[in-house]
């Protein structure tokens, strides 16, 4: 087994695409829709919030899952079979050679443009010396032995192999024909050629103090500052906010219920621990045309099909394969929830966000 050099290329993907919340459930089909400044709106519904889903940061956990991999690659790089890799060499530490594809696979991961390459390279070149000094300590260690590296590795092998499949059988994404487009956004009026901008003043409390008392306040206060005076007298602590969100940001139901209240409207929506209470400030038009929409109901739409296919060949391997369960409880769970589990896990923010604002309507008084 070519030891260093394939857990070297296992590193490379993990730490690039797949420690993130998403990858864990194998993500294939929906790639984020970047954010334009025309256009902000977070789509309620399972179709609506997955165009505007965003790229997400890497928390530090993630990085810690990357690092106990790479940890577990140096060492595989002691297991007794080094062979040369293949590629001229760069650079050598401690007779491990690093070598120009493995540059060039950094530099292609980090998208470098042409410009910046040679900068870029003498960067990227010191930070695989720097890895390999980590894989070289980590294979004096034994880290390989480790139960739980070794469980990492076979874990990120399995998701790197179920995706390669998957991308070989969806393919290319097929472009939606402009007929589509313009479906999509005659169809979604609130989304696009209707919008409406709702600003928002917001007293942030905690849901502990939302007693039937401060709720009486709420019914009888003229305006927000006789609210947040009473807070204020009554020594609850508060913060103050100023959002904008428009009918492309809301569940279609929260939507509709702020355009149907007056301006300086006091209401209440519960968020677990915390709750607003909220003045609309201001209602205005905020429409976005077809010539500016098009581009993300394009990726939205190719981004969609994607998704079914995935889903449908996943519930075509289901169906064609005999899966067992000896665990009575897990067997009637993953029969509950296999459908949702054949979506890509980019869906799962989109369904979060459609929750949350299942949660708003809930709540709002």
């Given at each position: 087994?070519?030891?260093?050099?394939?857990?070297?290329?296992?590193?490379?993907?993990?730490?690039?695409?797949?420690?993130?919340?998403?990858?864990?459930?194998?993500?294939?089909?929906?790639?984020p829709?970047?954010?334009?400044?025309?256009?902000?709106?977070s789509?309620?519904?399972?179709?609506?919030?997955?165009l505007?889903?965003?790229?997400?940061?890497?928390p530090?956990?993630?990085?810690l899952?990357?690092?106990?991999?790479?940890?577990?690659?140096?060492?595989?790089?002691?297991?007794?079979?080094?062979?040369k890799?293949?590629?001229?060499?760069?650079?050598?530490?401690n007779?491990?050679?690093?070598?120009?594809?493995?540059?060039?696979?950094?530099?292609?991961?980090?998208?470098?443009?042409?410009?910046?390459q040679?900068?870029?390279?003498?960067?990227?070149?010191?930070?695989l010396?720097?890895?390999?000094?980590?894989?070289?300590?980590?294979?004096?260690?034994?880290?390989d032995?480790?139960?739980?590296?070794?469980q990492?590795?076979?874990?990120?092998?399995?998701?790197?192999v179920?995706?390669?499949?998957?991308?070989?059988?969806i393919?290319?994404?097929?472009r939606?024909?402009?007929?589509?487009v313009?479906?999509?956004f005659?169809?979604?009026p609130?989304?696009?050629?209707?919008?409406?901008?709702?600003d928002?003043?917001?007293?942030v409390i905690?849901?502990?103090?939302?007693?039937?008392?401060?709720?009486?306040?709420?019914?009888?206060?003229?305006?927000?500052?006789?609210?947040?005076?009473?807070?204020d007298e009554?020594k609850?602590?508060?913060?103050?906010?100023?959002?904008?969100?428009?009918s492309a940001?809301?569940?279609?139901?929260?939507?509709?219920?702020?355009?149907s209240?007056?301006?300086?409207?006091?209401?209440?929506?519960?968020e677990?621990?915390?709750?607003l209470?909220i003045?609309l400030?201001?209602?205005?038009?905020?429409?976005?045309?077809?010539?500016a929409?098009?581009?993300?109901?394009?990726?939205?739409?190719?981004?969609k099909?994607?998704?079914?296919?995935?889903?449908?060949e996943?519930?075509?391997?289901?169906?064609s394969?005999?899966?067992?369960?000896?665990?009575?409880?897990a067997?009637?769970?993953?029969?509950?929830?296999?459908?949702?589990?054949?979506?890509p896990?980019a869906a799962?923010?989109?369904?979060?966000?459609?929750?949350?604002?299942?949660r708003g309507?809930?709540?709002?008084?």
């Open positions: 087994m070519h030891c260093v050099y394939y857990v070297y290329n296992i590193i490379n993907y993990l730490t690039n695409n797949y420690f993130s919340e998403e990858s864990e459930q194998c993500s294939l089909a929906m790639q829709a970047r954010r334009a400044g025309f256009f902000q709106p789509y309620p519904s399972s179709e609506g919030a997955r505007n889903h965003f790229i997400h940061s890497r530090a956990p993630r990085l899952c990357a690092a106990l991999v790479l940890l577990a690659a140096a060492g595989l790089s002691a297991c007794g079979n080094k062979e890799k293949a590629g001229q060499a760069l650079a050598s530490v007779g491990e050679e690093i070598t120009v594809l493995q540059l060039n696979e950094e530099l292609q991961r980090a998208g470098v443009q042409a410009p910046q040679a900068a870029a390279s003498k960067q990227l070149l010191e930070s010396i720097d890895r390999q000094l980590l894989q070289n300590e980590a294979a004096k260690e034994k880290v032995r480790d139960p739980k590296v070794m990492a590795i076979e874990r990120a092998k399995a998701l790197i179920a995706q390669a499949y998957m991308q070989k059988r393919g290319a994404a097929t939606p024909s402009k007929a589509e313009e479906e999509y005659a169809k979604n609130l989304f696009f050629s209707q919008r409406k901008q709702f928002l003043r917001e007293l905690p849901t502990a103090a939302l007693n039937d008392e401060l709720k009486a306040v709420m019914d009888r206060a003229k305006s927000l500052e006789d609210v947040a005076q009473w807070l009554h609850i602590a508060f913060g103050r906010t100023q959002v904008s969100r428009t940001d809301l569940a279609p139901e929260l939507s509709g219920k702020l355009q209240m007056p301006k300086g409207q006091l209401f209440i929506v519960r677990g621990e915390r709750s209470l003045a400030a201001d209602i205005k038009d905020s429409p976005v045309g077809l010539d929409a098009a581009p993300q109901i394009e990726q939205f739409l190719a981004n099909k994607n998704k079914d296919a995935a889903e449908a996943l519930k075509r391997l289901r169906a394969a005999k899966i067992e369960y000896f665990n009575k409880d067997a009637a769970s993953a029969s509950a929830s296999a459908p949702a589990a054949a979506a896990a799962a923010p989109a369904n979060s966000a459609h929750e949350a604002n299942e309507v809930a709540g709002l008084k």
